[in-house]
């Protein structure tokens, strides 16, 4: 059996041998990010939880925790893990709570959402609070990430309820973002 070589990253060792303690937070982050872009959740996971811990030694801006929380919910909701994707959104809501500035207002939504996909409510209880709070907040702050990713999880919650021209109509918000802001995605015909 052969032994898997491990990978080193180059600015992930030049960050270590300058002992820096915000380029390895950053780095961290970064080699989650690369790895989720894989779909190498378990690694990306690893990453961003290292990067937790740097950004907490540094006592960063919450706002850079915030955002790793977040990538750590989406990388535990894209392996099933709900129990710890709770654990997680948790965390996050409980930091808002610490910090109830309007400046970390998006993430109030991404972790409500997210919420509500692990644990449904048993009725349209997401649908209402994508369409209702959180598509026109990214709307108004023109997040369109947000908005494709969120017109989309509706498209698929109405499609799932049979509700299909309220779903075609997600979709083609969803799709029309992503035509008007070609690097978001692409070109799509």
């Given at each position: 059996?052969?032994?898997r070589k491990k990978v080193i990253y180059w600015p992930d060792k030049l960050a270590h041998l300058l002992d820096n303690t915000y380029i390895k937070g950053l780095v961290s982050h970064n080699l989650g990010y690369l790895y989720s872009l894989q779909n190498?959740?378990?690694k990306a996971i690893d990453y961003y939880i290292s990067s937790m811990e740097y950004e907490r030694q540094r006592n960063v801006n919450v706002n850079y925790l915030l955002n790793t929380i977040?990538?750590?919910?989406?990388?535990?909701?894209?392996?099933g893990d709900s129990k710890e994707c709770g654990t997680w959104i948790d965390e996050g809501l409980h930091l808002l709570c610490e910090h109830p500035h309007d400046y970390f207002r998006e993430y109030y939504y991404h972790f409500h959402i997210y919420r509500y996909?692990?644990?449904p409510p048993g009725n349209d209880t997401l649908a209402t609070f994508i369409e209702e709070e959180a598509l026109p907040y990214f709307r108004e702050k023109d997040h369109k990430d947000s908005i494709i990713k969120y017109a989309y999880?509706?498209?698929q919650h109405f499609k799932k309820l049979y509700k299909y021209k309220q779903a075609n109509h997600y979709y083609e918000v969803s799709l029309r973002t992503i035509n008007n802001n070609h690097h978001l995605g692409g070109i799509i015909l």
């Open positions: 059996m052969r032994k190498e959740h378990h977040l990538c750590i919910i989406i990388e535990k909701y894209n392996i996909l692990i644990d999880i509706l498209a």
